[in-house]
């Protein structure tokens, strides 16, 4: 599975933005998809996640209330709606999958650049 994510920008803080993530390659692997961002200076680290077939979602409890996670399977592709976005959001995004609810997320694609101005 290859993934790419997209849609990052600068944004000033209160405002929103709305990454995707296209899959493509072996896609009925798919168990999920994760959202991770890497602050400048920082480690990686899980934002969100959801269940490719049901649907269930997982977040951070930094991001809980003001981003969604949501997928297009039709598309092969995974959205993260961010909003009431703080400096603090400033960070790398990027997705990986999971092939089972055993297994680790894996092939990060390259990410995307979200800042934000205070």
């Known amino acids: 599975v290859q993934l790419q994510a997209s849609g990052g920008g600068l944004v000033q803080a209160g405002g929103s933005l709305r990454l995707s993530c296209a899959a493509s390659?072996?896609?009925?692997?798919?168990?999920?998809i994760g959202w991770f961002r890497q602050p400048p200076g920082k480690g990686r680290e899980f934002v969100a996640g959801?269940?490719?077939?049901?649907?269930?979602?997982y977040y951070s409890d930094s991001v809980k209330g003001r981003f969604t996670i949501s997928r297009d399977n039709a598309k092969n592709t995974a959205f993260l709606q961010m909003n009431s976005l703080r400096p603090e959001d400033t960070a790398v995004y990027s997705c990986?999958?999971?092939?089972?609810?055993?297994?680790?997320?894996?092939?990060w694609g390259q990410g995307t650049l979200v800042t934000v101005s205070s």
């Open positions: 959801i269940n490719w077939i049901s649907a269930n979602t």
């Open positions: 990986a999958f999971q092939a089972s609810a055993t297994t680790s997320y894996r092939d």
């Open positions: 390659g072996r896609t009925s692997s798919i168990y999920g």
